[in-house]
């Protein structure tokens, strides 16, 4: 199984600044790599898939990266609405989640 | 937009039998591979089983397979999770959701708990 590990587990920020989360494979998944937001009590919500595209509808301050085993998901400037917990998810093997990180207001 | 309601979730015993059920909003149902994912309660996200456009293709994680069986019924534009030998750590809300270009999903119900409680 391929194991994804995020880091940091908790991201402090205020509205406006830069965020930047990490995403560790245990072996390499080319770019089949996924990155989901998640709000309380609902569904988790499609941002990046292969890496580097993003989803239909998502605004252009998300952005991804990475390839192999190292991954990073960026938010330019975050938006009130962008505190939440954060998931990437990889395809090459079955499917497998990171555990998770969570962005939250300083 | 393609839409997904899950339902079937509720308190069972262990050792209990569920089947979970996810309706599809739209025809187009049937032109995507699906797939069932669960959350336990304060923990992250596990994808357990898809299945492809007709049926006959089906997938499972290791540690539900052989105790969950997934379906589809195309005409009723509906999912379905069957749920045998529960147990405790069975406990957590499920998702059904799409499974598009080679294994994102894009589209998800608002999931349905299932609580594994003697």
């Known amino acids: 199984e391929i194991v994804l590990t995020q880091s940091p587990a908790t991201l402090s920020l205020s509205p406006g600044e830069r965020a930047t989360l990490s995403c560790r494979a245990s072996?390499?998944?080319?770019?089949?790599l996924a990155w989901y937001q998640q709000k309380p009590g609902q569904a988790p919500r499609l941002l990046i898939y292969?890496?580097?595209n993003r989803a239909t509808g998502i605004p252009a301050r998300f952005g991804g990266s990475g390839s192999g085993t190292d991954f990073t998901l960026t938010i330019s400037s975050l938006e009130p609405e962008d505190f939440a917990v954060y998931y990437c998810q990889q395809r090459s093997i079955w499917r497998t989640f990171g555990q998770g990180t969570k962005v939250e207001l300083k | 937009e393609l839409q997904l309601v899950e339902s079937g979730g509720g308190l069972v015993q262990p050792g209990g039998s569920l089947r979970l059920s996810c309706a599809a909003s739209t025809s187009t149902f049937s032109s995507y591979w699906m797939a069932w994912f669960r959350q336990a309660p304060g923990k992250g996200l596990e994808w357990l089983a898809n299945v492809n456009q007709g049926g006959t293709v089906k997938n499972y994680m290791d540690f539900v397979r052989g105790r969950f069986t997934i379906s589809r019924d195309n005409a009723r534009n509906s999912l379905f999770l069957q749920m045998n030998s529960l147990r405790a750590e069975d406990t957590a809300v499920y998702y059904c959701?799409?499974?598009?270009?080679?294994?994102?999903?894009?589209?998800w119900g608002q999931g349905t708990l299932v609580t594994v409680s003697s």
């Open positions: 292969d890496a580097s």
């Open positions: 072996q390499s998944i080319n770019n089949y």
């Open positions: 959701a799409t499974d598009v270009r080679g294994g994102y999903s894009d589209y």
